[in-house]
């Protein structure tokens, strides 16, 4: 977390993207190649589901940071190695923090972006945003914004 001159918290995920999608595309690519050789199925038909599964995880948004001013909220992520960012007015915004129960134990935290009774993002403290970073942009949030 860092903060500026102009009274602004910025949180920046630890996870970067093209290592990101470097590390999956290795893993998919080397898992169907296994199975390429290992199996009788038609090499298109894998060939296909590969990129489908590629396809489905570039699509995904990958939040690379939050900033949090007095009057804006920016979200900046993105989605088919295009970065892109969402500007939400303080004003407009509704944040709902929320501690959620993982799969196989353990928690983490979701931050819930509202304008208008109407979700527009999720941060999730399992990609990449340490859960204190997250409660303490939102509770900086909470108290100037």
Same mark, same amino acid.
């Given at each position: ?10 949180? #920046?995920?630890?996870? %970067?993207?093209?290592? $990101?999608?470097? %590390?999956?595309?290795?893993?998919? #690519? /080397? ?27 570039? $699509? !995904? &948004?990958?939040?690379?940071? #939050? ?6 909220? &920016? ?8 970065? +892109? ?18 799969? =196989? /134990?353990? %928690? ?9 009774? =109407?979700?527009? $993002?999720?941060?999730?403290? =399992?990609? /990449? ?12 949030? %909470? !108290? +100037? /914004?």
């Amino acid at each position: 977390m860092s903060i500026n001159k102009t009274n602004m918290k910025e949180v #920046i995920n630890r996870k %970067k993207y093209k290592a $990101y999608l470097l %590390k999956i595309t290795l893993l998919i #690519i /080397g898992s169907f190649t296994i199975l390429a050789f290992l199996s009788v199925l038609n090499q298109w038909l894998l060939l296909m589901l590969c990129v489908f599964i590629l396809l489905t995880f570039l $699509y !995904q &948004k990958f939040t690379e940071s #939050i900033s949090v001013t007095f009057n804006v909220v &920016k979200i900046t992520y993105a989605r088919f190695f295009i970065s +892109n960012s969402i500007t939400i007015p303080v004003s407009e915004l509704k944040i709902e923090v929320i501690e959620t129960a993982a799969f =196989r /134990g353990g %928690k983490y935290l979701q931050v819930r972006f509202f304008t208008k009774n =109407r979700l527009v $993002y999720v941060v999730d403290s =399992r990609d /990449g945003f340490s859960e204190d970073e997250l409660r303490e942009a939102t509770n900086w949030l %909470k !108290q +100037n /914004g």
